[in-house]
């Protein structure tokens, strides 16, 4: 015990094992603290908790695509068809990471049917856009593990044509972000929702990236390549240092310089 001099202050949890070192030898160091984990945060977001619900009506949005239809950088758009979405909300004062899940969007005879979890993004029968209201923070350096769910149903061709039960799921667990969504349809009859963990376990994987908190960077493990419900080899979701996104390189949004091709685009600082 000669080696060590006890200051007060400092728990025995507090002490890092050194090999060859009993914690019983350790004694306390006066005014000493653990080092503290990197205060990470969401830092930006293509889409807010305002804009996510842009394009309510057609052709109602600033930033238009310089082709694929003519359609506007806005979830409720051909699109993003059956896709889905991270975004960040920070209206509550805490940066969360949400999800949308977006169905047959931009088919004007789709009619919104309901939402059993979540919320609808912005009234109206053709806005086909639900929100999780729970999400992804951050906590000592690291994501919070946890699902975030949406449960929401449309109908194709109106409310007399095929329902769309969807089970959509934004998990996290160990710095995995993964977003899921199960579709489950009928010609005429209402279908009931699958719980999270049937949607996590039946294939219904929409894309998978990790975060290493160590680095700040991202991994890709599973890309989502889709452009208007097809894949698309100009479509991809790549990274760059804390930033993770999904682009194409076919269009870009028009008047935007160097070219704007981004989908989505989430960043960790």
């Given at each position: 015990m000669a080696d060590y001099t006890k200051v007060t202050g400092v728990a025995a949890a507090d002490i890092v094992k050194i090999d060859g070192v009993?914690?019983?030898?350790?004694?306390?160091?006066?005014?000493?603290?653990?080092?503290?984990?990197?205060?990470?945060?969401?830092?930006?977001?293509?889409?807010?908790?305002?804009?996510?619900?842009d394009h309510t009506t057609f052709h109602n949005d600033p930033d238009q695509w310089s082709g694929g239809g003519g359609n506007y950088r806005?979830?409720?758009?051909q699109n993003y068809r059956v896709t889905c979405v991270p975004y960040v909300d920070d209206s509550s004062g805490t940066a969360?990471?949400?999800?949308?899940s977006i169905g047959h969007a931009g088919h004007s005879a789709d009619d919104f049917?309901?939402?059993?979890?979540?919320?609808?993004?912005?009234?109206?029968?053709?806005?086909?856009?639900a929100l999780s209201t729970t999400g992804v923070t951050f906590s000592?350096?690291?994501?919070?593990?946890?699902?975030?769910?949406?449960?929401?149903?449309?109908?194709?061709?109106?409310?007399t044509d095929t329902y769309y039960?969807?089970?959509?799921?934004?998990?996290?667990?160990?710095?995995?972000?993964?977003?899921?969504?199960?579709?489950?349809?009928?010609?005429?009859?209402?279908?009931?929702?699958?719980?999270?963990?049937?949607a996590k376990s039946s294939?219904?994987?929409?894309?998978?990236?990790?975060?290493?908190?160590?680095?700040?960077?991202?991994?890709?493990?599973?890309?989502?390549?889709?452009?208007?419900?097809?894949?698309?080899?100009?479509?991809?979701i790549t990274t760059s240092?804390?930033?993770?996104?999904?682009?194409?390189t076919q269009y870009s949004i028009i008047g935007s310089s160097p070219a704007d091709g981004r989908m989505w685009e989430i960043t960790v600082g």
């Open positions: 009993a914690i019983a030898d350790v004694e306390k160091v006066d005014g000493a603290t653990k080092p503290s984990a990197a205060a990470y945060d969401w830092t930006f977001s293509l889409f807010d908790e305002t804009t996510i619900a806005a979830p409720n758009t969360t990471l949400k999800l949308a049917n309901e939402v059993d979890t979540g919320i609808q993004a912005a009234s109206g029968n053709n806005h086909l856009v000592g350096g690291n994501m919070v593990d946890g699902d975030h769910v949406i449960k929401w149903q449309h109908r194709h061709d109106a409310k039960s969807v089970t959509a799921v934004l998990e996290c667990a160990s710095n995995v972000l993964t977003a899921y969504a199960h579709y489950t349809n009928h010609s005429s009859s209402y279908q009931a929702y699958v719980t999270a963990a049937t294939g219904d994987l929409r894309w998978q990236i990790t975060w290493n908190s160590g680095t700040n960077t991202w991994t890709v493990n599973t890309s989502d390549d889709d452009w208007q419900q097809s894949n698309n080899s100009n479509v991809s240092g804390g930033t993770v996104g999904k682009y194409t």
